[in-house]
């Protein structure tokens, strides 16, 4: 079983995490075992308070991306989100071909109104996979439904990011 994050910062598991509880937990636990305030004390406590820091960086670190935190529920629950063979929607399949078409053009004609478009469209589609999320995740307990949309949301991910990089080869 995985170490959960959740605990580790005495949070309940749960993908809608506000982050601003996020934040204080972490500098709490951060403040607790800084190495520097293990600085005088023995080797293994040393270990042990950085230890705990580089799990609380990890931690965070995870729990602050929404991907990430709902592949530590996952986790959690014994779901791998890479290993899981969720079937993919055609009617998403269609959309990324559609995004990734409209990309290609707005590249090729150096448009960069149709690449914010674009991004708009995408980031509104990500709000709307997050929302699937929270309600896959902590209401209905849907494993395989929230696989199929992490999975959706890290097509969205990289798409975000190739129209990010596509903006900096216009501004180039």
């Known amino acids: 079983m995985p170490q959960s994050y959740f605990a ?16 204080a937990a972490y500098r709490k ?9 293990y600085a005088s004390a023995a080797p293994a406590e040393q270990r042990r308070a950085l230890s705990l820091a580089t799990s609380a960086n990890e931690a965070y670190r995870t729990l602050k991306k ?34 990734r078409e409209v990309l290609s053009d707005a590249r090729a004609g150096r448009d960069g109104t149709a690449l914010e478009q674009l991004g708009d469209l995408v980031r509104r589609r990500t ?36 129209i990010d990089e596509a903006h900096g080869l216009l501004e180039a």
């Open 8 to 23: 580790l910062f005495n949070l309940e598991p749960r993908f809608a995490l506000p982050g601003e509880q996020l934040d």
């Open 29 to 37: 636990l951060a403040a607790q075992v800084h190495p520097d305030r």
């Open 66 to 99: 929404p991907r990430l935190r709902a592949e530590h529920l996952l986790s959690l629950r014994g779901v791998d989100v890479l290993d899981s063979a969720a079937p993919t929607s055609p009617d998403f399949l269609l959309e990324q071909m559609g995004w």
């Open 127 to 162: 709000a709307g996979l997050l929302l699937q999320l929270e309600a896959h995740l902590d209401t209905n307990d849907d494993n395989c439904a929230a696989v199929q949309a992490v999975q959706q949301l890290m097509f969205v991910e990289k798409l975000l990011f190739d």
